[in-house]
């Protein structure tokens, strides 16, 4: 986990609201994964992107959710009119490049949205 | 037919005992198998990662693979109390770029003292 810093750990936003999450990838890292896990559920995959690149959002859902990696900055995920089912973990992980090592993929603490 | 397959649990095992987790998964081309250990109300801490078939062993920690049955397992031999965790197995596979994983939803442990 150590690098990977993710903020805020704890978000409280209301019905309708915006929650903007972000992520700061390990020091030279430029892969960026994000993940979110609902409760009692494992981590599913939700967008990868590399710098000004997203690769794959493949499990992003269709409407309300965004990702962006800019050239400067952490990455950040946006998701805008929260509903209470977007209550969730949401984690962040690097890597250093794209590789199939998965074993120099970290992990941040995550950050708790919780939609009222 | 889910990615990756795990018994949610909870498996209950006593103190000192070989703790045994199994794991499934749909893609044959799969690359590279992991074991996820998250304790409640944080964020996934690999402790074991194989890519061979046959068995990887680490500390009490022992993963085996085998590719023909689509199966992996992790073995955690004198169980502790404080393994007490979820174990979450992750598969890279071929579809998609760079380190996607797939997770399956976890085995709950518990060990007894």
């Known amino acids: 986990n150590a690098g990977v810093m993710q903020n805020p750990r704890h978000l409280v936003r209301r019905r309708g609201q915006e929650a903007r999450l972000r992520c700061s990838p390990m020091k030279g890292h430029s892969h960026v994964y994000w993940y979110r896990q609902l409760p009692e559920e494992g981590l599913k995959f939700m967008v990868y992107?590399?710098?000004?690149?997203?690769?794959?959002e493949s499990g992003m859902p269709k409407e309300r959710f965004s990702a962006e990696f800019p050239k400067e900055g952490p990455s950040i995920l946006r998701i805008q009119q929260v509903v209470r089912g977007d209550s969730a973990a949401y984690f962040c992980?690097?890597?250093?490049?794209?590789?199939?090592?998965?074993?120099?993929?970290?992990f941040g603490e995550g950050s708790w949205l919780t939609v009222v | 037919q889910k990615e990756v397959e795990q018994n949610s649990g909870p498996l209950s095992v006593p103190e000192g005992a070989i703790a045994s987790l199994n794991c499934t998964y749909s893609?044959?081309?799969?690359?590279?198998f992991f074991w996820y250990r998250q304790y409640s109300g944080k964020s996934p801490e690999l402790i074991m990662f194989?890519?061979?078939?046959g068995d990887k062993e680490d500390g009490r920690f022992t993963a085996q693979l085998n590719k023909a049955s689509q199966y992996v397992s992790l073995l955690i031999r004198d169980s502790q109390p404080s393994d007490s965790a979820t174990y979450l197995c992750a598969v890279i596979g071929l579809t998609g770029g760079g380190n996607k994983l797939t997770f399956g939803t976890g085995t709950q442990l518990k060990v007894e003292l």
């Open positions: 194989i890519y061979s078939n």
């Open positions: 893609d044959r081309g799969s690359q590279s």
């Open positions: 992107l590399q710098k000004e690149n997203i690769i794959d």
């Open positions: 992980a690097s890597s250093p490049s794209e590789t199939t090592s998965g074993n120099t993929i970290y």
